[in-house]
T-cell receptor, first 109, second 111 residues
Framework: GQQVMQIPQYQHVQEGEDFTTYCNSS?????IQWYKQRPGGHPVFLIQ?????EVKKQKRLTFQFGEAKKNSSLHITATQTTDVGTYFC?????????FGTGTRLTVIP | NAGVTQTPKFQVLKTGQSMTLQCAQD?????MSWYRQDPGMGLRLIHY???????DQGEVPNGYNVSRSTTEDFPLRLLSAAPSQTSVYFC??????????FGSGTRLTVV
């Protein structure tokens, strides 16, 4: 079955430092989506990437989709305490979505 | 728009009991899915549906049944609860090819 691996599992950063999480799939993905889940909350959709090599930005967040459409990354510049949570990538099949294990981000004020 | 509504928010079951987790969406989304979330395991797909009357199995379907008689509702049935089914369950919906909208989850404990 489709597998989506995500690293690191945990990341602690000082407020103001940058943060990156990486996502790798064993198969070519039709698209990749990113979600954020605050502690005790539910996943919230951030963005979807579809094209090979695609780069999208949302304020301090930069999302990339690899050329082979098997990997992706999320980079946060100058983290803030509001960035705390778990970030999930999710690879799309034709009709469903498989989630990575997530990276839990802690921001130390 | 309420989005995706899940009930109940919390539930404690005894081993062997059955129950239904409710999920309803008011966005006219074609796709609906059930996930379970366990510590360190991310979200694992249980069952999904691409439209009314159509369902299929995900990664971890054993012990769960679903049906989709209407576009709005996608209930998840636990046939005979086991401690291994202790988890947080999320229902999600989407249009094809778009981001998923998740419900607030049901925290289930099986004792």
């Amino acid at each position: 079955g489709q597998q989506v691996m995500q690293i690191p599992q945990y990341q602690h950063v000082q407020e103001g430092e940058d943060f990156t999480t990486y996502c790798n799939s064993s198969t070519t993905l039709s698209n990749i989506q990113w979600y954020k889940q605050r502690p005790g909350g539910h996943p919230v959709f951030l963005i979807q990437l579809v094209k090979s090599g695609e780069v999208k930005k949302q304020k301090r967040l930069t999302f990339q989709f690899g050329e082979a459409k098997k990997n992706s990354s999320l980079h946060i510049t100058a983290t803030q305490t509001t960035d705390v949570g778990t970030y999930f990538c999710a690879g799309g099949g034709a009709n469903n979505l498989f989630f990575g294990t997530g990276t839990r981000l802690t921001v130390i004020p | 728009n309420a989005g995706v509504t899940q009930t109940p928010k919390f539930q404690v079951l005894k081993t062997g009991q059955s129950m239904t987790l409710q999920c309803a969406q008011d966005m006219n989304h074609e796709y609906m899915s059930w996930y379970r979330q366990d510590p360190g395991m991310g979200l694992r797909l249980i069952h999904y549906s691409v439209g009314a009357g159509i369902t299929d199995q995900g990664e971890v379907p054993n012990g769960y049944n679903v049906s989709r008689s209407t576009t709005e509702d996608f209930p998840l049935r636990l046939l005979s609860a086991a401690p291994s089914q202790t988890s947080v369950y999320f229902c999600a919906s989407s249009y094809p090819g778009s981001g998923y909208t998740f419900g607030s989850g049901t925290r289930l404990t099986v004792v």
